[in-house]
């Protein structure tokens, strides 16, 4: 995978690209400015781009609105955000147009989990950090949601990580039929029709309180 990571540490950065590295993927370009990182992608065009939330110039959230200029004019772009802490504005923003993650810098000790996260937003997938979805979670839901069982509520959170069914059972102790149907449930629940295109992001959209587009 060819991936470019935007990040203003250069100690931090240093340290992801060898081990992306290390785990076989190519790093084409690297950015310490949000400027720098639009022009790094647009000459490189790259598989995935990893991306710091708070970035130069203004040292706020420049990462992030580089990341949603990138993902207007790459489309197809991968695009993983990394914060040190939970700031679920743009994971609300950026998660309905797929091939996205939302991950706490923390989470890269977790090396397998990681990289992990990296494949399933590349192969078109979502990752949410566990700690962002939990943050969600805790926040007054209504509507279509409070129809949910905890169970379900449950699944639909792992659904909101970028889990599959298989990784939904294994985690829950469940099994993938089991799982299914929880699925099936939630989505009749939330009144989503087969002819729904990618029911399981709209699901997760409306459990973040997104209007889909």
């Known amino acids: ?30 950015a310490a400015d949000a400027v720098a990182l639009v022009d790094v992608v647009t000459e490189t065009t790259p598989d995935l781009v990893v991306v710091d939330v708070r970035m130069p110039p ?42 996205f993650g939302y991950l706490l810098k923390d989470r890269v000790l977790d090396v397998d989990d990681f990289l992990d996260a990296l494949r399933r937003v590349a192969g078109g997938g979502s990752a949410l950090d566990p700690e962002v979805v939990s943050s969600l979670l805790g926040a007054s839901r209504d509507g279509p949601l409070a129809r949910l069982t905890p169970r ?16 939904i059972a294994a985690r829950l102790f469940l099994t993938d039929r089991t ?35």
């Open 152 to 167: 379900e509520r449950e699944v639909l959170a792992l659904v909101a990580e970028g889990r599959t069914n298989a990784g």
């Open 1 to 30: 995978m060819r991936i470019v990571i935007g990040e203003d540490s250069a100690l931090f950065r240093e340290g992801l690209a060898r081990l992306l590295e290390d785990a076989g993927h190519e790093i084409v370009g690297k």
């Open 58 to 99: 203004d040292g706020t959230d420049d990462g992030a609105r580089a990341a949603k200029a990138l993902r207007a004019s790459h489309p197809s772009l991968a695009i993983v955000l990394l914060s040190q802490h939970v700031e679920s504005k743009h994971s609300v923003e950026l998660a309905g147009s797929g091939r």
């Open 179 to 213: 799982v299914e149907s929880h699925v099936t449930s939630i989505i009749d629940k939330l009144g989503l029709s087969d002819s729904t295109e990618n029911r399981r992001v709209v699901a997760v959209l409306t459990w973040l309180g997104v209007r889909p587009g």
